[in-house]
C-alpha cells in the first residue's frame, strides 16, 4: 500500500473512482466526483492534503481536504478546516482501506498546523479515527438550530485546545454546492462519463 499526492495525470482516473465510490450511495447517482473536478482551482482547496491510495500500483482510493470556517457567536471568522470526498473503490471498501487513508491524511494536516477538522459523517465509523459529536466541542451546523445535537456533524481537534473559548457556527463551503449551482455545466461533465443506471434505493438522503 502507498498513500502519495495525487498528481495532474491522475485526475481523471481519481474523478471516475471517486463517480464509482459514490454511484447511488447518498443519492441516485452522484455529484461528488464533479466537486472534485471543480475544487482543483478552488483557493480553499489545499494541494499538500491531495492523496491517492495505491495497492498493486492501482489507485484504489483517494481525499481531499479544504478550508472551512466558523462564525463565532461575536460575528468574527474562525479558522476551520474539512475533508471530503474520501472514496475507496467499492471492490475495496470494508477493508480497512478508509481508515488507513484518512489517518495519514489527518497526521499531515496535523504537520501543516490544522487545528481542527469539522465533517459530516457517520459517527459509528469516524469515531475510530477520532471524531466526536461537534456540539461537544460548542461548534454547531449551519442547517440546524443552535441547540441540536446534530448525530452527523463531527469535529475533531487536531491540535489539543485549538478550540478552547470558541463558540460558533461551522458553514461548508460553498465549493461544495457547485453541482447544484451550476446543473447544465455538471450534466455535460457527467456525460463524459460511461452511462450508469441511476436507482432510488434504501438510505440515500431525503430532501
Known sequence: MVIRLEQPSDYREVEN??????????????????????????????PELDFVLEEDGRIIGHV????AEIIKEDGSVFPAWTFGPIS?????????????????ALGKA?????????????????K????????????HYHAEPKEAEVPYFLA???IPGYLNGVEGTYHTPKGYYVAFENKDDFEAYEATFPYKEKKQQAGQLTN
Open 17 to 46: 473512482l471517486t463517480r464509482e465510490a459514490f454511484w447511488n450511495v447518498y443519492a441516485p447517482g452522484c455529484v461528488e466526483h464533479y466537486v472534485l473536478n471543480q475544487y482543483r482551482g478552488n483557493p480553499d482547496f489545499l
Open 64 to 67: 481531499m481536504f479544504s478550508k
Open 88 to 104: 475507496i473503490l467499492p471492490e475495496y471498501k470494508r477493508k480497512g482501506y478508509g481508515l488507513k487513508l484518512l489517518q495519514y
Open 110 to 126: 496535523r504537520e501543516m498546523g490544522v487545528g481542527v477538522i469539522c465533517m459530516e459523517g457517520n459517527i459509528d465509523f469516524y
Open 128 to 139: 475510530h479515527a477520532g471524531f466526536v459529536l461537534a456540539s461537544s466541542l460548542n461548534i
Open 156 to 158: 475533531q481537534e487536531l
